[in-house]
């Protein structure tokens, strides 16, 4: 029974095919694919179906990516725009906020050291 649109498996692959194929490949192919040991057919296919994939994968998001190593354009033609000079009031700003983590740092050092001197005592 055939349904509509369906092709007859006979019709879809001629029987002259297998011996079509032979003749398709190449003269300097055919010899070689018929006396290759199947090591060889397994290492040129695995080489073309799983290292090659990965290998070309790489390369184009080498490609993609290189242009975010290179320097912008913007910065090779004018050069870095020079900053203003800071006033005295951020500069005074600055040198406070220095002086408070140095207070902070050096009041932890000390209540760690503390610290260790209360456990040494109750050690001894």
């Given at each position: 029974?055939?349904s509509?649109?369906?092709?007859?498996?006979?019709?879809?692959?001629?029987?002259?095919?297998?011996?079509?194929l032979?003749?398709?490949l190449?003269q300097?192919?055919?010899?070689?694919?018929?006396?290759?040991?199947?090591?060889v057919?397994?290492?040129?296919?695995k080489?073309?179906?799983?290292?090659?994939?990965?290998?070309?994968?790489?390369?184009?998001?080498?490609m993609?990516?290189?242009?975010?190593?290179?320097?912008?354009?913007?910065?090779?033609?004018g050069g870095?725009?020079?900053?203003?000079?800071?006033?005295?009031?951020?500069?005074?700003?600055?040198?406070?906020?220095?002086d408070?983590?140095?207070?902070?740092l050096?009041?932890?050092?000390?209540?760690q050291?503390?610290?260790?001197?209360a456990a040494?005592?109750q050690s001894?």
């Amino acid at each position: 029974m055939q349904s509509c649109g369906a092709i007859e498996r006979s019709a879809a692959l001629p029987q002259a095919l297998p011996q079509a194929l032979p003749q398709a490949l190449p003269q300097a192919l055919a010899p070689a694919a018929a006396k290759a040991p199947p090591f060889v057919l397994r290492l040129v296919s695995k080489l073309v179906l799983e290292v090659l994939p990965a290998s070309l994968a790489s390369m184009i998001g080498a490609m993609l990516l290189a242009h975010y190593h290179f320097t912008p354009p913007a910065l090779l033609a004018g050069g870095v725009p020079a900053a203003a000079p800071a006033s005295p009031e951020m500069i005074r700003l600055v040198r406070d906020e220095h002086d408070l983590i140095r207070d902070f740092l050096v009041a932890q050092q000390a209540a760690q050291q503390s610290r260790y001197a209360a456990a040494d005592a109750q050690s001894a």
